[in-house]
């Protein structure tokens, strides 16, 4: 039975394993996808000391950066984004080889896209972490320029305090990558100010629980359109599962 699995921690609310579980009962695939939970990214040799049967495994929160030091090479996408949210193992006499690839790019481009239109030109992404990276990375691979937007001055980014009407009409998709609104607390919502959002805006939450966030609503009742992150959860799966099979 091949096996495949997510690491990172904490992981008491990850969708892949439930995901991949249905998925292969579904399908009829002989194969198990299991969660290893590690808080330090150096216990991976370990891991795969004791699981050589492993053929591919999932990064999420807090190694989707740190697990670079442990592949053995990694595509175009994981070397630009510098995050890593999906491995390829392959053994030879034993040893494991891991080639690093990110899907999240993959994921939220596929869903994002339909809902695109012509006045769609520019893009603000709410937070700075990993997975912004892969947001700005899909942004540009459909044309769209993006700022990053984050409580403290950085290059190329805005500060919360700085959104205006004036910006705000130029940049007409807004992207949450914060965890802002997710449960449980889904009271709370990025501070921007909603009231300026018109019906020309697209606001895109990375959060898909609960299905539809403060962050959505606010946009919602201006007029905006909006979608959680849940597709795009299920596209960068895909995309994993065809990395893995190729």
Known sequence: MKTFGLIGFPL????????????????????????FEMEDINELPELLEHHAYIAGFSITIPHKENIFKY??????????????NVVKVTWKNKTPILKGYNT??????????????????????????????????????????YKYVSRSKKDNSLTYNA????????????????????FPNIEQCPDIPYQLLTDKHL????????????FMKNGIEQGASAKNGLEMLHLQAEAAWEIWNE
Not at 112 to 140: N, R, S, V, W
Not at 163 to 171: G, S
Not at 203 to 214: I, M
């Open 71 to 84: 592949l053995n090479e990694f595509d175009a996408s994981a070397r630009d984004i510098e995050a890593c």
């Open 203 to 214: 606001l895109y939450d990375l959060t898909y629980n609960p299905e539809t966030t403060q």
């Open 163 to 182: 959104l205006d009407k004036t910006i705000l009409d130029e940049y007409q998709v807004l992207i949450n990558c914060t965890p802002l609104g997710m």
């Open 12 to 35: 008491a609310q990850s969708f892949s394993q439930k995901y991949f579980t249905q998925k292969f009962k579904d399908e009829q695939i002989d194969a198990r996808y299991l969660n």
């Open 104 to 145: 999240d790019f993959i994921g939220f481009s596929k869903s994002i896209q339909p809902l695109l239109k012509d006045h769609h030109k520019k893009a603000l992404i709410l937070g700075t972490g990993g997975a912004a990276k892969a947001i700005a990375y899909g942004l540009k691979k459909l044309g769209l320029e």
